[in-house]
């Protein structure tokens, strides 16, 4: 089983986004020194919560304090950007870490309304397919050769450089509905749903089944790969469960709310659930958007998850206040599977 993180390098309450980003280098440096195979960077905009808002800024930054794990963006949000312009950012950082970069091709806008228009300068984006899939074959054709002969008419006759020879980024289809999986399948690329967004808890193993069953080996990838993201959190004991879960789930009930920082135990400790927030939580465990636990209570559940989806490769989102708590739900992880 391969392990990774998905971080979104959200704040705790009083830290700066300087003080994350070097935070976040000695959790990047530690994953890798426990084998994790790859480090994940959100892209969010608007979000002051955050310090996650280029994330391919992040992959350069931390490529260079890295050795062996491969560092990618999950996502890169493409309606923001030409299809050029992505290839010859992500052609650039495999200059810079050969054989370590990926490239999460994200259909949402990572944002909101007044976001999306200012990053398109106020362009209508009528003429956008809804799912983008016609903007992902451009950016695919760009990143292989250079030139998009493939491509659409735009495209046909620019050059992505920098060449890179045989060496290209991993892109990754990103999903949480399912929808994505058959065109992962048909371009032959690795498939990462995101299940902590909550959008189809319940998706069938069947999806991904059809996913392995359909899919066609690419310059990218020679074989199908699931990558499964969960929000989890793991303690030696029941009682730092009890010291740490409200942290956890507080962030799960401010999702989306771009002031919303971490907050310590204390200061959760002190938050009442309404009947909403109880069910809402109730929810999120029963179809393990959110998973807790000690170390054998987590094994049990991601056992059942792995055995369902036939899942290769477990990617864990860990928004925490807590270091320790984070570090140790990464060395627990790595412990069980690695």
Known sequence: MKLAVHDLLMLNTGETPKENVQKTKGLVQYAESLGYSRYWFSEHHGFPASASIAPELLVAYYAAATKTMRLGTGGTMIMHYS??????????????????????????PGGGPAEIMALSEGRPMLDRDPQMYG?????????????????????????????????????????????????????????????????????????FQSYRDSFKPSVFFDHPIVSMDY??????????????????????????????????????ESYVYTEADEARLKHAYDNRILIKGTKQQVKDILDEEIAAYHIDELMVHVPVYSLEARKNTYKYLADMYL
């Open 135 to 207: 903007k992902i074959n451009d950016i695919l054709a760009l990143l292989t050769d250079g030139r998009a002969t493939e491509a659409s008419p735009l495209y046909r006759n620019v050059f992505a450089a920098p060449n890179t020879g045989d060496d290209v980024p991993q892109p990754w289809m990103l999903g949480s509905s399912g929808q994505s999986a058959m065109k992962a399948a048909e371009l032959g690329l690795g498939y990462s749903f995101v299940k902590w967004f909550g959008y189809n808890p319940g998706i069938s193993p069947a999806v």
């Open 83 to 108: 299809p050029l312009k992505i290839a010859e950012t992500f052609k650039t950082l495999e200059a810079i870490a050969p054989g370590r970069i990926d490239l999460g091709l994200g259909r949402a």
């Open 231 to 268: 929000r989890v959190l793991i303690t030696d004991t029941e009682e730092e469960l009890h010291r740490h879960e409200k942290s956890f789930e507080l962030s799960y009930l401010t999702l989306g709310q771009p002031q919303a920082t971490l907050v310590s135990p204390d200061r959760a």
